[in-house]
T-cell receptor
């Protein structure tokens, strides 16, 4: 079955460390997205990519970085510059008006 | 920039009562509209979507929504709710970004629906 796989499901980070969240899709979708979810804030767009080797900043890109070297993969790095990284992160992909979401990664700074 | 307003952050209802979750968006151009449901610690599941055509859209689990272009609204309704409908519901709009070549999805802040026995 096609879908989006996010890993790990839970991630703990020490302050000052960079961490990378994985997102892989086998849907052959061109576009991929990263969202951050905080209680009462809804989902806010971090980065998005329409094609390989190209991506755009979303509304809250500061402290994050991405790469899109393969169509199937869109990893998100949470850098030490992100001052409040504890959140639930969701990856999505889309084609022609249809969006599919992964099951999320919960990142906690310890 | 596109914005989505979900007018109620929390909606408590009794089982078997009708419910309406309200959503307004800001765009004046053609958009795609979505409602998603999220259960705790899970991803988002699509309830229904409006891309074009009939303004009344039927989705899964007995939900439906009506697209009203003049009022820029896309309210979600269910005639009789169940305990299992307790979850957070998100309205979202997809349209072109400021560059005009990429679609992006903008979400409201969510409505927590709590169904009580």
């Amino acid at each position: 079955d096609g879908g989006i796989t996010q890993s790990p499901k839970y991630l703990f980070r020490k302050e000052g460390q960079n961490v990378t969240l994985s997102c892989e899709q086998n849907l052959n979708h061109d576009a991929m997205y990263w969202y951050r979810q905080d209680p009462g804030q809804g989902l806010r767009l971090i980065y998005y990519s329409q094609i390989v080797n190209d991506f755009q900043k979303g509304d809250i890109a500061e402290g994050y970085s991405v790469s899109r070297e393969k169509k199937e993969s869109f990893p998100l790095t949470v850098t030490s510059a992100q001052k409040n990284p504890t959140a639930f992160y969701l990856c999505a992909s889309s084609i022609r008006g249809g969006y599919t979401f992964g099951s999320g990664t919960r990142l906690t700074v310890v | 920039a596109q914005s989505v307003t979900q007018l109620d952050s929390q909606v408590p209802v009794f089982e078997e009562a009708p419910v309406e979750l309200r959503c307004n968006y800001s765009s004046s151009v053609s958009v795609y509209l979505f409602w998603y449901v999220q259960y705790p610690n899970q991803g988002l599941q699509l309830l229904l979507k409006y891309l074009s055509g009939s303004t009344l859209v039927k989705g899964i689990n007995g939900f439906e929504a009506e697209f009203n272009k003049s009022q820029t609204s896309f309210h979600l309704r269910k005639p009789s709710v169940h305990i299992s409908d307790t979850a957070e519901y998100f309205c979202a709009v997809s349209d072109l970004d400021s560059g005009g070549s990429n679609y992006k999805l903008t979400f409201g802040k969510g409505t927590l629906l709590t169904v009580n026995p």
